[in-house]
Structures are given as structure tokens and as C-alpha cells.
């Protein structure tokens, strides 16, 4: 599989693409005005406690306060406990915080729509094969490497360096990058997060509350830090300034990669390159169409994200079952690239086309899983349920491809739908009824949408001249040009 990062920077916005045999898998978006937050830390202040909730509001600065649970602070009190099969217990919020307390924390999801960010107080610090814990002994190891002999390898080599580090106390996660890495990469990267961490913490001892006191990496070096692997052949930048960045921290971090990435000085704009501008086009759209003729649509709401799967066009060439079959195949294919590409998170439900044979809904299934193996954010799935369904969850830490580009639309409020002409007639009609009642006028004034004077002028004329018999007063139409379809306003004369 060939795998490439392109990367294009202006002054306004970062936007990386992630290309798999030519094929845009994932797009990222950051922006100078609103930048990301995810992995910042804040020395904050507590400014109100729910016990309902076992939650508290924390100021750190921004617009929102932001959120945290009870299990977020209790877990940096006690640190990582021991997997266990009784439930697990959390403490009163009232005993973990106070209003007006000063907390150090780490924002874990960025604030999406109406809620806040979500945070932590258990510290976090990454850098290219690691994760440093301040504070805590555990040391984890990613599930995505999966060679026994390789995992025991990095566990033990992790173990016995930080033995030998004393003046520092705290936990790894090792990361999936660092599979087949030296033992000498490993340890440089343990005493950069060491000094980071230090640096850290002397900062959080002078910065008053609210306050930011580290920042996580700009999106052009994150890529480099957590996208680029031995399988990428190439990252093309476009911006010579931010590509000097790159290579500086390619050569202090990942020196086996200063071959793999290039200054694009190109006259065609970089995301032209595999229609990357395209693909980000179609990924704005609830339909997603198939090569078979088949397609699927994409519902993105608050609570889940819903997603359906139709034959379409696509006839097969057998029977039904078999037709059924391959478009489910095909489906979960484009769902899992959909997914990536949207960056869609939290609860989602797949309704795929119904298949009576249960080796069908298997292959189907394992097909699904198959291809959320490359999947970078953790996913979790189930099995089709009674109703057809595949219900899957999907870690959400930033907003979606949508959120980031769009917003709701204003005249029908997120809706999807506009009242049609003929409603919008009707509700005039109610509403010249309730002011004929309430108010004396000699005449009245509708001013409306093209539209919607066109059909009282046409289809609703009999009903409109009805109307004007029953109040005995008369009623004159105006076009107002920027009104929506839904506005309209009665005005007395």
C-alpha cells in the first residue's frame, strides 16, 4: 500500500491530506483563528461544582468554561489502577474539587457545538514513540503492535531506562511508531519528554489561573510526529518556511524519514494533486455514491451518526441475495473511508441492507473491521443485532470535516427542510384571522418571498378572495426579495 502527506499552509489555515493508493483517506484542518486545543494544558479555575453531575466547570481561559468528571480528577489522584472486574467507584466530586480552587488540567476533546472542552488532570505529554505520564508508574503498550516478542522487547527496554531515571518519576505509553525502534531512539525520546515535562512544570509553578502552559505542536509537525510511517513515501509541503520547520524537527526526532519529505514548489496547488479538493467537496454531502450504482447516506446529528445503505442503480447479475451481498461489501468499504475522511465520532449505527444468510452478515462484518484496522482514532464495534443493525463507537476528540467547514444553515436552522409555499400561504391565512381579531385596520399588507406571493396570486387566489369576504377588508401582496421562503410579516394599513 502506498501512502502519501501532503500538507498545504497559508497564513490563515493548515490542511493536511492523508493518500492511500491514490485515494484521500483523511483531511485535517486547522486554522489560525480557531485552533485546535486538544493535548494543551491549562492551569485553570474551578468556578462551580455539580454534585448531581459529579462533574465541575473549570475556567481556562476561553469563551466556555470548560468540563470535567469526577473520573477524570480521581484518577490522577490515585493513578492508573489495575484492570478489575468489580465496577468501578468514583469519589464525591465535593471531596476531589472546591470553588475557586486553582487545577492543573489537559484538554482531551475540544469544544464541539454548544458543549465545552472536555478535560483531564491526568497529564499527558507525546512525542514520537512515547507518552509520558507525570506522576505514574504504569507502563502501557499499543494494542496495534501485535508481535509478542517485539512488545516484550519495548516493555523491558522501557522499564529499565526509566529505573535508571530517578529524578523523574512517572508513566509510558508506548506508541505504535516505536515498533522495531532502537533502543538508543527510544531513550532520546524519553529525556526530551523528561526535560519537556520539567520545563512544564516550572511553568505551572509562576503562571497565575487562568493560564495556558503548554501547547501542543502545530499541525504540520503533529503530522510528522503521528502520521508519518515507514510505509509513507512521501510528504510534500508547500510552504518552504514551514518545510525548514519540518526537516529541523525530522532531524532531531525522526532522522530515518529526512528522505521522505520534499518542498512541493509546484504551479498547481498541492490538493489539486489526486482531487484531494474534490474529495473534501463530496465528503460535505449526505450521499456517498458506490461504483456499483448502489449508494449510502450519511446522517451526522448531536446525539449519533446514522447511516444508511441502498442498492440504487445496481441490479446484480444472480439473485437478490447475492446483489444484497456485494453491496453491503462495497458499503463497508466506502464507510469505513467516510468515517476517516469526515472524521465523524461518538455513537454511530449502520443500517445495512438486510441478508438472510449469516455467512453474509460475517463476511460483511469482518470486512468492516478489516478496514477500521487502519483507522488512527479507536473504534469499537458489534455484532448485527436483531434489527439489522451494527452499532460502533468511534473516539471523538476534535470536530468533524463538517462542523469544521460549515455551519447551520440560516434559513431553515439546521433543519434540512424548508416549509413549502403552500404551509407558508396557509400560516399568512391564520395569521390574518388572529390580527383581523385583535386589531382594527382598514387593509392589510402581506409582504413575503417571490414564491409565496406567486401562489396567493395564483393557486390560493380563490382562497385569498374568500378571505377578504369573511373580514371585509382587503388584502395586498408585496415581493420582499431577501426574504426566505418561511418569512413573512402582516402589516396593518
Known amino acids: 500500500m502506498s501512502e502519501e502527506i ?111 472542552a472536555r478535560l483531564t488532570t491526568q497529564l499527558s ?31 523491558t527496554l522501557i522499564e529499565e531506562a526509566a529505573e535508571q531515571s530517578d529524578d523523574v518519576q512517572g508513566g509510558y505509553i508506548i506508541r505504535t511508531a516505536a515498533e522495531a525502534a532502537a533502543a538508543e531512539d527510544l531513550i532520546a525520546d524519553m529525556a526530551y519528554l523528561h526535560r519537556l515535562s520539567q520545563s512544564i512544570q516550572d511553568r505551572i509553578g509562576s503562571a497565575p489561573a487562568p493560564s495556558v502552559v503548554y501547547q501542543d505542536l502545530p499541525l504540520f509537525i503533529r503530522t510528522i510526529r503521528d502520521l508519518i510511517r515507514p510505509q509513507t513515501e512521501k510528504v510534500r509541503i508547500d510552504s518552504r518556511e514551514s518545510y525548514q520547520r519540518v526537516i529541523e524537527f525530522v532531524q532531531e526526532f525522526v532522522t530515518e524519514f529526512a528522505d521522505k519529505v520534499e518542498y512541493y514548489p509546484g504551479e498547481r496547488p498541492i490538493f489539486d494533486l489526486y482531487s484531494v479538493e474534490d474529495e473534501i467537496q463530496k465528503a460535505l454531502s449526505r450521499k456517498v455514491q458506490l461504483k456499483s450504482g448502489g449508494y449510502v447516506i450519511i446522517d451526522q446529528t448531536e446525539a449519533m451518526t446514522t447511516i444508511d445503505i441502498n442498492t440504487g442503480a445496481f441490479v446484480g447479475h444472480r439473485n437478490l441475495e447475492e446483489t444484497i451481498f456485494k453491496t453491503n461489501l462495497e458499503a463497508a468499504r466506502a464507510i469505513s473511508r467516510q468515517l476517516r475522511l469526515r472524521n465523524l465520532g461518538g455513537i454511530i449505527i449502520i443500517d445495512f441492507i438486510d441478508m438472510d444468510d449469516p455467512e453474509h452478515q460475517r463476511q460483511v462484518h469482518r470486512m468492516l473491521e478489516k478496514m477500521l484496522e487502519r483507522d488512527h482514532a479507536k473504534t469499537k464495534i458489534t455484532g448485527v443485532s436483531e434489527l439489522g443493525l451494527v452499532e460502533m463507537t468511534r473516539k471523538r476528540t476534535t470536530e468533524s470535516l463538517g462542523q469544521v467547514l460549515c455551519e447551520p444553515c440560516p434559513i431553515c436552522d439546521g433543519r434540512g427542510f424548508l416549509k413549502t409555499a403552500e404551509t407558508v400561504c396557509y400560516e399568512i391565512f391564520r395569521e390574518i384571522l388572529r390580527v383581523n381579531r385583535a386589531y382594527e385596520a382598514e387593509n392589510y399588507l402581506v409582504m413575503a418571498s417571490q414564491k409565496v406571493v406567486d401562489r396567493l396570486l395564483d393557486e390560493e387566489s380563490d382562497n385569498v378572495a374568500d378571505l377578504e369576504t369573511f373580514i371585509s377588508k382587503t388584502i395586498r401582496f408585496q415581493v420582499e426579495p431577501f426574504y426566505s421562503q418561511e418569512q413573512y410579516d402582516v402589516v396593518l394599513l
Not at 489560525?32 to 462551580?48: A, D, E, F, L, P
Not at 481561559?61 to 468514583?90: M, Y
Not at 505529554?125 to 502501557?140: A, E, K, N, Q
Request: aromatic content about 4%; proline content about 6%.
Open 6 to 116: 501532503l500538507i498545504n499552509v497559508t497564513p490563515v489555515e493548515t490542511r493536511v491530506a492523508l493518500v492511500e493508493n491514490g485515494m484521500l483517506q483523511e483531511a485535517y484542518i486547522e486554522r489560525t483563528s480557531r485552533k485546535g486545543i486538544v493535548g494543551n494544558i491549562y492551569k485553570g479555575k474551578v468556578v462551580r461544582v455539580l454534585p448531581g453531575m459529579e462533574a465541575a466547570f473549570v475556567d481556562i481561559g476561553l469563551e466556555r468554561a470548560a468540563f470535567i468528571h469526577a473520573s477524570d480528577v480521581a484518577c490522577s489522584q490515585s493513578g492508573p489502577e489495575e484492570p478489575s472486574d468489580g465496577p468501578k467507584t468514583v469519589p464525591d466530586i465535593r471531596t476531589l474539587l472546591r470553588e475557586g480552587q486553582s487545577l492543573v488540567v489537559q484538554v482531551t476533546k475540544d469544544p464541539i457545538g454548544t458543549k465545552g
Open 125 to 155: 505529554i507525546p512525542s514520537r514513540y512515547l507518552v509520558f505520564m507525570p506522576g505514574v508508574s504504569h507502563i502501557g503498550i499499543s494494542q496495534r503492535i501485535e508481535d509478542d516478542n517485539e512488545r516484550t522487547r519495548l516493555k
